[in-house]
Structure formats: structure tokens, C-alpha cells
């Protein structure tokens, strides 16, 4: 995807298929907020930017010219997504209608030990208050950045820490979780990079070696974390809409895109809560 340097920032240019709302609203990350003109502020990779899309063209404020392809796979650009969806919809006709309802949903390269911690701090847990917890996580461990904003603590730092240490997050019982996690990521029992091209089960092990990492945060992490786009997370909205919409099939019935069909699925189901009653 091509990059060009404006006054302010860097831009891509003929972008289909991405809607910042609907990415970056959609439970895939919490580090993002909408602004009132529609575009997001947000960081990443310990970069603290604006998004915005006028026509065609995504705009990132406040980023420099080498760190183009850092925005070029965390929106995921290089993806055709239109084909993808094409080849998907073929799979179940609900399927294709929630493709439709959100076409502009990409799945994000996020750094993969924040996607652990922050699908960690969501068990059990809605957006908004995921979001603040995240909030306080950064503003109380991570550095600060130039425009005042919060960059995500890295492992190293956050496994010298207590779980009483994180108790200003009010995380409660995932605090311990936390704190394990950035132990063995930090001093090699798990390795997260390992986890991006290993056999889909080897990876899912060695996440849950991590107290508090069951399934579904295993196969989050490695979505939205790692980009293995085959990951169908199921949680109890996903649980509800296999059930209902989905009957007799499996995560594995969708494919090698399973991992995008299901943030169409999702986000369809949560949008449409009358399907269920």
C-alpha cells in the first residue's frame, strides 16, 4: 500500500474496505476513542496518533513517514478484504448478511503482549470498563509520551510488579493473571512470536500456560495479536450467535478466514440483539 508524507502526517491513498468505527469500535482493541469529527485518537506501538478517512484516503496524524508500514499492518492494508468477503459469504447466508451490514471491519496487527493483557483484563468484562482499566494500566506503568498520552508497559517492566501493585486498576482476580503473564512472557517460558507460525494448537498451549489464559483468550491473542486469522474466538455473544444462527456448525466449518468471519458475526450480533429474544 502506497505512503505519502502530508503536512501533519502520513496518508494512504484508494483504502476499501475500512471503517474506523467499525474497527476500531468493535472490541478488537480498547486503546482507541472517537473523536467529534468521526476520526479516533489512539496509540499503538507506543505511538500516539489520530485516524481519519476523507473519501478514500486514510490519514494518520502525527506519524512519521518510517513508521508507514508499522500503519500499514496494523490496518491490515495489504489484505484484500472485498475478496475475502466474497469467498466467505458463500459459506452461510447470515454469514453474508453480516458481511454486508459491516464490510469496513479489518482485523488489526496489534503488538501481541498488549492484545494478552487487555484480552486478559476482558473476561468477565464489557468495553467501557475494559477500556478504563487499560486506561489506568498505561498511566500508572507505561512511559509517557510527548503529547501527554500513555504508552503500553512492556513485560519486563510489568513482571517486577505485585498483583497489589496493579490494585489502583481495579482489575480485581485478573490483576494475578496479569502479573503472570508478564512473568513468563518476560523471562521466556512463553514466547509470543513463537506463537505466530506454530501449528494453531502448539500456539493455543503455550498461551495457556499463563494463569487465567483459557481458550478464548488464547485464541483472541492470537487474532488480534499474532494475526492468525483462522482463530474463531467464541465468548458468550459468539456462543449465542452460533447457537442461534449457526446451528450444527463449528468454528473450523469456516474456513482458513474463520478469524474475520467471526468479527462480522460479532459485530452483527451485537448490533442486532432482537435476533435473540
Same mark, same amino acid.
Not at 34 to 56: C, L, T, Y
Not at 115 to 126: K, P, R, V
Not at 209 to 231: N, P, Q, S, W, Y
Given at each position: 500500500?502506497?505512503?505519502?508524507?502530508?503536512?501533519?502526517?502520513?496518508?494512504?491513498?484508494?483504502?476499501?474496505?475500512?471503517?474506523?468505527?467499525?474497527?476500531?469500535?468493535?472490541?478488537?482493541?480498547?486503546?482507541?476513542?472517537?473523536?467529534?469529527?468521526?476520526?479516533?485518537?489512539?496509540?499503538?506501538?507506543?505511538?500516539?496518533?489520530?485516524?481519519?478517512?476523507?473519501?478514500?484516503?486514510?490519514?494518520?496524524?502525527?506519524?512519521?513517514?518510517?513508521?508507514?508500514?508499522?500503519?500499514?499492518?496494523?490496518?491490515?492494508?495489504?489484505?484484500? +478484504?472485498?475478496?475475502? /468477503?466474497?469467498?466467505?459469504? %458463500? &459459506?452461510?447466508? #447470515?454469514?453474508?448478511?453480516? =458481511?454486508?451490514?459491516?464490510?469496513?471491519?479489518?482485523?488489526?496487527?496489534?503488538?501481541?503482549?498488549?492484545?494478552?493483557?487487555?484480552?486478559?483484563?476482558?473476561?468477565?468484562?464489557?468495553?467501557?470498563?475494559?477500556?478504563?482499566?487499560?486506561?489506568?494500566?498505561?498511566?500508572?506503568?507505561?512511559?509517557?509520551?510527548?503529547?501527554?498520552?500513555?504508552?503500553?508497559?512492556?513485560?519486563?517492566?510489568?513482571?517486577?510488579?505485585?498483583?497489589?501493585?496493579?490494585?489502583?486498576?481495579?482489575?480485581?482476580?485478573?490483576?494475578?493473571?496479569?502479573?503472570?503473564?508478564?512473568?513468563?512472557?518476560?523471562?521466556?517460558?512463553?514466547?509470543?512470536?513463537?506463537?505466530?507460525?506454530?501449528? +494453531?494448537?502448539?500456539? /493455543?498451549?503455550?498461551?495457556? %500456560? &499463563?494463569?487465567? #489464559?483459557?481458550?478464548?483468550? =488464547?485464541?483472541?491473542?492470537?487474532?488480534?495479536?499474532?494475526?492468525?486469522?483462522?482463530?474463531?474466538?467464541?465468548?458468550?455473544?459468539?456462543?449465542?450467535?452460533?447457537?442461534?444462527?449457526?446451528?450444527?456448525?463449528?468454528?473450523?466449518?469456516?474456513?482458513?478466514?474463520?478469524?474475520?468471519?467471526?468479527?462480522?458475526?460479532?459485530?452483527?450480533?451485537?448490533?442486532?440483539?432482537?435476533?435473540?429474544?
Amino acid at each position: 500500500m502506497d505512503c505519502k508524507e502530508f503536512y501533519g502526517g502520513i496518508k494512504f491513498e484508494n483504502v476499501s474496505d475500512l471503517d474506523l468505527r467499525q474497527t476500531l469500535d468493535c472490541g478488537q482493541s480498547f486503546r482507541w476513542n472517537e473523536n467529534p469529527d468521526g476520526s479516533f485518537s489512539g496509540v499503538a506501538f507506543g505511538k500516539s496518533v489520530r485516524a481519519a478517512i476523507e473519501e478514500k484516503t486514510l490519514l494518520i496524524y502525527n506519524a512519521s513517514p518510517k513508521d508507514c508500514k508499522i500503519w500499514s499492518d496494523y490496518f491490515d492494508l495489504e489484505l484484500e +478484504y472485498g475478496k475475502i /468477503r466474497e469467498q466467505i459469504s %458463500k &459459506i452461510h447466508p #447470515v454469514l453474508s448478511e453480516a =458481511a454486508k451490514y459491516a464490510p469496513g471491519i479489518r482485523i488489526l496487527r496489534q503488538e501481541p503482549y498488549e492484545a494478552l493483557c487487555t484480552f486478559i483484563i476482558s473476561q468477565n468484562n464489557n468495553i467501557k470498563r475494559i477500556k478504563g482499566i487499560v486506561h489506568r494500566l498505561c498511566e500508572c506503568f507505561g512511559d509517557r509520551l510527548s503529547d501527554g498520552e500513555f504508552a503500553f508497559p512492556s513485560a519486563e517492566r510489568m513482571a517486577g510488579l505485585t498483583a497489589d501493585d496493579l490494585a489502583p486498576l481495579r482489575a480485581g482476580f485478573r490483576n494475578r493473571y496479569l502479573i503472570d503473564a508478564a512473568q513468563k512472557v518476560a523471562g521466556g517460558e512463553v514466547q509470543l512470536e513463537k506463537c505466530r507460525t506454530a501449528d +494453531y494448537e502448539e500456539a /493455543r498451549r503455550e498461551l495457556m %500456560k &499463563i494463569t487465567g #489464559v483459557g481458550v478464548k483468550v =488464547a485464541d483472541c491473542t492470537l487474532l488480534f495479536g499474532l494475526h492468525r486469522i483462522e482463530a474463531f474466538p467464541v465468548d458468550v455473544w459468539m456462543k449465542r450467535a452460533m447457537d442461534k444462527l449457526f446451528p450444527k456448525m463449528e468454528p473450523e466449518d469456516f474456513g482458513e478466514y474463520a478469524g474475520i468471519a467471526q468479527q462480522y458475526i460479532f459485530h452483527y450480533s451485537r448490533m442486532h440483539p432482537e435476533l435473540f429474544d
